[in-house]
Structure formats: C-alpha cells, structure tokens
C-alpha cells in the first residue's frame, strides 16, 4: 500500500487552520499527570479565545489534584477529517470574577448542574498555551503554530 501523499501546507495558514480544528472538535482529550502515570480524558471546554482554552471542573475529580501537583496539561483535537492539534500549556486556576461571570452566563449547563456561580465545588481552569502544533492526518509532520499567534 501506497503511503498517502498530504497536501502541501503554506505556512501562513497553519494557524488558521489549527483554529478550525479546534472549533470542529466539540469535547477535546485533556492530558495530565498522576505521579508518573499518564491520564487522558475527553473534557468539554467553557470557552476558548483563540488558542487559550478554559475547562470547567470539580474539586472533587481527581484531575484536580493532578493538576495542582503539575499544571502542565495537553490539549488534543481532532476533527471529522483526522486534523489534529496537539495545544500544551499550563492549567491556572480562574479567580477574575467578571470573566467567571461571563462563562457562567455563556454555559446552561454549569449553571443546570451548579446552580450557582458560588458553588464551592466549581473550578474553572484556563490552559494557556505554550506551544501549539497542527497535523493534517496521515502526513505525520507538526506544523508549529508561529508563538505570535497564540496571543
């Protein structure tokens, strides 16, 4: 069998395309650390500005703790094509009130099952990334999104 031949990619486009990845894949897989011990999950992000990408939680999963003892996370996403963007960055816990509000407000959900933006049990975490890298399926080469545009 032939090895596919992935279309030519113009690098002013990686970061484009990267964006139309991530808004194609409605629940992300999230990667974290147990001790030495990988954890991948599918999470359903509460917003994304670009390349930074906010989570909602609850401090009784156990990726709570993960995440305390190291915040460095990785986002993976996949579109219906087998795109892929690999986002790795750091998990900051959300304390500006004004911008908590606006993703309450934004999520029927969080609100369905919360009920209040007080709950004790509420986190939202902000994964700012570090590097961002966009794959076209079956080329097996990263394409770097340029550091200026994760800003």
Same mark, same amino acid.
Request: charge should be negative.
């Given at each position: 069998?032939?090895?596919?031949?992935?279309?030519?990619?113009?690098?002013?486009?990686?970061?484009?395309? !990267?964006?139309?990845?991530?808004?194609?894949?409605?629940?992300?897989?999230?990667?974290?650390?147990?001790?030495?011990?990988?954890?991948?999950?599918?999470?359903?992000?509460?917003?994304?500005?670009?390349?930074?990408?906010?989570?909602?939680?609850? @401090?009784?999963?156990?990726?709570?703790?993960?995440? !305390? !003892?190291? =915040? @460095?996370?990785?986002?993976?996403?996949?579109?219906? @094509?087998?795109?892929?963007? %690999?986002?790795?960055?750091?998990?900051?816990?959300?304390?500006? %009130? =004004?911008?908590?509000?606006?993703?309450?407000?934004?999520?029927?959900?969080?609100?369905?099952?919360?009920?209040?933006?007080?709950? =004790?049990?509420?986190?939202?975490? %902000?994964? @700012?990334?570090? +590097?961002? +890298?966009?794959? %076209?399926?079956? !080329?097996?080469?990263?394409?770097?999104?340029?550091?200026?545009?994760?800003?």
């Amino acid at each position: 069998m032939a090895k596919p031949s992935p279309e030519p990619i113009d690098p002013l486009s990686v970061p484009d395309l !990267a964006l139309a990845v991530i808004a194609a894949d409605r629940f992300p897989y999230l990667s974290t650390t147990d001790g030495d011990q990988p954890r991948v999950r599918p999470v359903s992000p509460v917003r994304t500005d670009r390349f930074t990408v906010y989570v909602a939680n609850l @401090k009784m999963y156990h990726k709570t703790t993960e995440i !305390a !003892a190291n =915040p @460095k996370v990785e986002l993976c996403y996949l579109d219906n @094509k087998h795109d892929q963007v %690999r986002l790795s960055g750091v998990a900051e816990v959300v304390t500006d %009130r =004004p911008l908590l509000q606006e993703i309450w407000d934004a999520n029927p959900l969080l609100r369905h099952h919360l009920g209040t933006i007080d709950n =004790p049990s509420l986190i939202v975490y %902000r994964i @700012k990334p570090e +590097r961002v +890298r966009f794959m %076209r399926e079956w !080329a097996l080469e990263y394409h770097e999104v340029p550091a200026p545009e994760l800003w």
